[in-house]
């Protein structure tokens, strides 16, 4: 009996020392693996670690404009903007668009565009038949509140365009594009189809001719500003700047001597008894009632120049067109 108790005691004995055997052995091939793999890849420093604080990283869409939609950037390299695009002081209120056919600054405050800059030359004029689809821009955020025809309905005001459709009749798509609501702004019929009108058609006339046109609209508003519909600003008063470059000319080839044209117009009754030459004014005013600094990408000694000189009357004007439909 005590014979086989001792037998039993000896195998028990060597089983637990075979088994705290293998352990050792498996924990050392552990620590092996462990060794190895921290000589291969060394450890992350603390700017590798994750920061629990860090926001999520932007959407990948193939576009570094999308990574930067809203900002001035977003329209910095457009052919619409190359003598620069117009800058206040508080850019707060301001969310860049480019639409392609024109780019934008767009005020979710006011719910009407800040300015709108385009380029105007023979290839931008056709035969495309006005679209008309006036419409709300789905590429704003959604946060906010997006025009529609409603905010028009019944107001007192025509939509009044900045980029003017017939700038844009090349092709069916640039034309659709002028008739989203980020394009236009509360304007009185009188205005819109009166002086405001003839600026465009004489504007399209230096174009057939084959000059190059940079052109930048907006409005100017009073403090507070009187809104239509769901909260849109109408404007004070409505400016226009146009640089004119003669034909075979480029934005490099502005000088002291080319020609600006700009415009300021009240939104008053009454607008439709005068000319649109009647309110040429200097870039320098429309600067001190807008607050945009213009033409920032000009050399400063040019800027002082042009931007202080009132521009004379034009020898080829455009008529009168009572009967032309509203822009």
């Not at 069916?172 to 189809?193: C, K, R, Y």
């Not at 465009?200 to 084959?210: H, I, T």
């Not at 769901?230 to 008063?237: D, H, I, K, L």
């Not at 649109?276 to 600094?293: C, F, L, N």
């Given at each position: 009996?005590?014979?086989?108790?001792?037998?039993?005691?000896?195998?028990?004995?060597?089983?637990?020392?075979?088994?705290?055997?293998?352990?050792?052995?498996?924990?050392?091939?552990?620590?092996?693996?462990?060794?190895?793999?921290?000589?291969?890849?060394?450890?992350?420093?603390?700017?590798?670690?994750?920061?629990?604080?860090a926001?999520?990283?932007?959407?990948?869409?193939?576009?570094?404009?999308?990574?930067?939609?809203?900002?001035?950037?977003?329209?910095?390299?457009?052919?619409?903007?190359p003598?620069?695009?117009?800058?206040?002081?508080?850019?707060?209120?301001?969310?860049?668009?480019?639409?392609?056919?024109?780019?934008?600054?767009?005020?979710?405050?006011?719910?009407?565009?800040?300015?709108?800059a385009?380029?105007l030359?023979?290839?931008?004029?056709?035969?495309?038949?006005?679209?008309?689809?006036f419409?709300?821009?789905?590429?704003?955020?959604?946060?906010?509140?997006?025009?529609k025809?409603s905010?028009?309905?019944?107001?007192?005001?025509?939509?009044?365009h900045?980029?003017?459709?017939?700038?844009?009749?090349?092709?069916?798509?640039d034309?659709?594009?002028?008739?989203?609501?980020?394009?236009?702004?509360?304007?009185?019929?009188?205005?819109?189809a009166?002086?405001?009108?003839?600026?465009?058609?004489?504007?399209?006339?230096?174009?057939q001719?084959?000059?190059?046109?940079?052109?930048?609209?907006?409005?100017?508003?009073?403090?507070?500003?009187?809104?239509?519909?769901?909260?849109?600003?109408?404007?004070?008063?409505?400016?226009k700047?146009?640089?004119?470059?003669?034909?075979?000319?480029?934005p490099?080839?502005?000088?002291?001597?080319?020609?600006?044209?700009?415009?300021?117009?009240?939104?008053?009754?009454?607008?439709?008894?005068?000319?649109?030459?009647?309110?040429?004014?200097?870039?320098?005013?429309?600067?001190?009632?807008?607050?945009?600094?213009?033409?920032?990408?000009?050399?400063?000694?040019?800027?002082?120049?042009?931007?202080?000189?009132?521009?004379?009357?034009?020898?080829?004007?455009?008529?009168?067109?009572a009967?032309?439909?509203?822009r």
């Amino acid at each position: 009996m005590t014979a086989s108790r001792e037998k039993r005691a000896s195998r028990n004995s060597l089983l637990g020392t075979f088994t705290l055997v293998v352990f050792l052995l498996l924990l050392a091939r552990f620590a092996l693996l462990q060794c190895r793999a921290r000589q291969a890849k060394p450890p992350l420093t603390p700017a590798e670690l994750p920061r629990t604080d860090a926001p999520a990283p932007p959407a990948q869409t193939g576009s570094a404009s999308a990574v930067l939609r809203g900002s001035e950037a977003s329209i910095s390299g457009s052919v619409h903007v190359p003598l620069g695009a117009p800058r206040d002081a508080d850019p707060s209120d301001e969310y860049f668009i480019d639409e392609r056919a024109f780019v934008l600054s767009y005020s979710p405050e006011k719910r009407v565009p800040n300015w709108v800059a385009w380029r105007l030359d023979r290839q931008q004029l056709g035969h495309v038949r006005r679209k008309d689809d006036f419409r709300a821009d789905l590429s704003l955020p959604a946060r906010f509140y997006r025009v529609k025809e409603s905010d028009y309905l019944h107001s007192g005001y025509d939509r009044g365009h900045m980029c003017p459709s017939a700038d844009r009749q090349a092709s069916a798509e640039d034309n659709s594009q002028t008739f989203l609501f980020t394009n236009i702004e509360p304007q009185l019929h009188e205005l819109n189809a009166g002086p405001w009108e003839q600026l465009e058609s004489y504007a399209r006339l230096r174009a057939q001719d084959g000059a190059l046109l940079y052109i930048v609209a907006g409005g100017v508003f009073s403090a507070p500003f009187p809104t239509i519909g769901n909260g849109v600003a109408v404007p004070a008063a409505n400016f226009k700047l146009i640089v004119i470059l003669d034909p075979g000319q480029g934005p490099s080839d502005v000088n002291e001597h080319t020609e600006v044209l700009a415009v300021l117009m009240p939104n008053q009754r009454g607008v439709g008894d005068h000319e649109w030459t009647e309110y040429m004014t200097t870039v320098d005013a429309i600067e001190q009632a807008s607050g945009y600094d213009f033409l920032n990408a000009v050399p400063e000694r040019i800027q002082g120049v042009i931007e202080a000189r009132t521009s004379r009357a034009p020898e080829r004007r455009a008529g009168r067109h009572a009967g032309a439909p509203t822009r």
